[in-house]
């Protein structure tokens, strides 16, 4: 057919139907960045069987203390047979979790991994885009099984894999999928009021900004159910050390990361990369793009510009801001679409030529309160009430991290200082994943205590995060 005969066809078709051809490039289906259908419970070529029995009983194999012998016999398979998307993300899923439960699965962290799980960990990771690590995408957006096709309801949602065993890590996980699939809505909405900054239609806008505030109130609300069934010291003490990276944790065992072999000979390469974390979801970092929330580098206003950050475990020499770097943890086409969410906002100039940075630069343009038209007005409170409902959202983020993390770490500090009163404790290096509440040693603080698991300093940086958003919407951050 010549091109002549295709323009009339694709000016035929609705621009809902176009966006959703533009969203299915990158990966962003019906569910936003979760998969249109839930994901594989098991690969069912029968060759790969040897994974699939290893990662059905990795909780009663790390409790027994087998799981490192039952891996190093593991054969090195071939990726040959892996045909469809969802077979590779299932492949990643398993090789990610083998690998955690390898590092942390033992007296102390295992500094290098075996060939059977490194070569085609390293193989499916460059496929998708990923790099070698367990990351959100493999514990959360590719990990969890549905009895409905509703994945917002979170009483229907279970992972298909964790670290414990327990209810408390799947509840965990499936807190993050329950909002991922809340949150698709608002992308397409979204993505349009972009494209409507050009020609300044305040009524697309404005309504989208409104749709955007209830949807992130939507999503604080099942953030607020992480209690129902996560218990805190559950989550402190037995799954959050299996979610460790190798990246700054030379006090767990790992000085110099993890050794990653790529053939049956032994050569390879050290790895530090970070673990996994709700940082790497596209959909967050989305509604930053969208509302033009600036993150700085190092805790900041005045901090150096990031530079565009290096592949996983690569050094640079300027670092890039948490928020840049941990997009090289996103899979592929999720990272290209915030690239071009970006590249959207950043193109909305107005045809006098003003705006260049999307919603928030058309708002701040606009005239005083006192000579501007009620849609200006109308719009400026929507963008004002959307930055804010997303600040009160990372202000709920920090209450979770704090009854979480914050307080079990410092009852855990609390017992290592009576300890130490009482004439016991030597500074030794252990492995994060296996040490009983109230025994971990005083150097591995850094590392376990108040640095999250994508390897950041939590509160300062969660604060900051927090503050930058509500300095978007021109409103004082909150206390």
Known sequence: MSPRAITPLIEKVSPVLLEEFTLDKFSVTSNGFLPSQAPLRSLTDSYYEPWETLIRTVPG??????????????????????????????????????????????????????????????????????????????????????????????????????????????WFYMVSVAMEAQGAYIIPIMMRALESVRTRDYATITHALREMSCCIR???????????????????????PFLAGSKNMASAGLPRGVFYPDDVDGRGRWLQLRGGSNGQSS????????????????????????????????????????HEEVR??????????LEHATAAAGAGRTDDGGGGRGIRDLVSRLPATETATAEQMALRAA??????????????????????IVIPSRQQQEKQRRAADGGGGSEVVVNLANVAPGERSANAKAAAGLTGTGGTELLPFLKQARDETYRAGFLEPGA
């Not at 939507?218 to 959050?240: A, N, V």
């Not at 580098?297 to 801001?321: L, Q």
């Not at 963008?383 to 009854?403: K, M, N, P, S, Y």
Request: aromatic residues 10%; proline residues 9%; hydrophobic residues 40%.
């Open 328 to 337: 090289a943890y996103m899979p592929g086409p999720h990272r290209r679409f």
């Open 218 to 240: 939507k999503l604080g609300l099942l953030l607020d159910r992480m209690d129902e069934k996560c218990d805190p010291t559950i989550f402190y003490h037995q799954i959050r």
């Open 283 to 322: 959909l967050i970092q989305f509604f930053d793009i969208v509302l033009g929330v600036e993150h700085t580098s190092r805790g900041g206003p005045d901090a150096p510009a990031p530079t565009k950050p290096p592949p996983p475990g690569k050094a640079s020499s300027e670092p890039p801001s948490f």
């Open 383 to 404: 963008f004002q009430e959307a930055t804010g409902a997303l600040g009160e959202f990372r202000g709920r983020h920090l209450q979770i991290v704090a009854r979480y």
């Open 61 to 170: 194999s790390l409790k027994q203390r087998t799981l490192r012998f039952q891996v190093d016999q593991l054969p090195v398979l071939s990726l040959d047979r892996l045909a469809t998307k969802a077979e590779w993300r299932r492949a990643y899923v398993i090789l990610s979790f083998l690998t955690h439960a390898y590092i942390w699965g033992g007296d102390r962290a295992a500094e290098v991994l075996p060939p059977s799980i490194s070569i085609p960990l390293l193989q499916v990771s460059s496929r998708l885009e990923l790099p070698p690590v367990a990351t959100y995408a493999g514990l959360n957006l590719w990990n969890f099984t549905s009895r409905t096709t509703d994945f917002t309801d979170l009483d229907s949602i279970h992972a298909l894999h964790t670290f414990t065993g327990t209810e408390d890590e799947s």
